[in-house]
Every structure is written in structure tokens, then in C-alpha cells.
């Protein structure tokens, strides 16, 4: 079993809290099931519980989140959403390209004919 760490993250002071965390915490209910961490808000700060992956992880969520609600200053289901799915796809993304560098770096010859 993994050790659970906390961790706070903190809101800018130019961002209304309930506008993140969503009607009755929903966007921070939805974070905490598809992320796998215990989130507890108070004011501008989230305590992040969970692995250590886990909890940087949801900072990175949250850092999206905070970046959309910037933009668009609203916040629906859909965006969060979004949000954890542009993590997940860039994350996957930079796992494939470390370990296609990996595999190309650690090898005398290409392992393509073409490269």
C-alpha cells in the first residue's frame, strides 16, 4: 500500500473558489473519482490527499482548471471533463516519447530501417 502524503493547493486570490470547486463541490467530487484522492476545500486552498502521484496529478488538474476558468471565467461538467482528458492524453503522450527515446538512444542502430 502506497503512503498517503497532503498537500495544499492554493487558488489565485482573483479566482472565486466556488466557481472551481462547482455547485455542492460537484467539480471537485468529480476530480476526486476520476483521480483517485481525497480533495477538501476551504476558501482559495484545496488539500490534496492521496500517492504521491496521485496528488501531483490532481495540482496538475487543478492547474488546467485554473487555466480554462481564466479564460473563460466559467467553469461547466463538460470543461472539467476536458480537463482530465487533456491531462491524461498528454501524459500518455509523455510517456511514449521518453520511452521512444529510451529505445532509439540505447540502441547502436535504429530500430526502423528507415530512421
Known sequence: MEKLIEKI?????????????????????????????????RGHK????????QVNRT????D??????????NLTNTDIETALKIYVFWNHLRKMMSFLQLVLLEREKPIWPWL
Open 9 to 41: 493547493y492554493t487558488l489565485a486570490e482573483s479566482i472565486n473558489p466556488l466557481r472551481i470547486y462547482g455547485q455542492n463541490d460537484s467539480h471537485l467530487k468529480f476530480i476526486e473519482n476520476e483521480l483517485e484522492v481525497r480533495l477538501i476545500a
Open 46 to 53: 484545496v488539500k490534496i490527499i492521496g500517492s504521491e502521484i
Open 59 to 62: 495540482q496538475e488538474v487543478l
Open 64 to 73: 488546467e482548471i485554473c487555466q480554462i476558468f481564466t479564460k473563460k471565467d
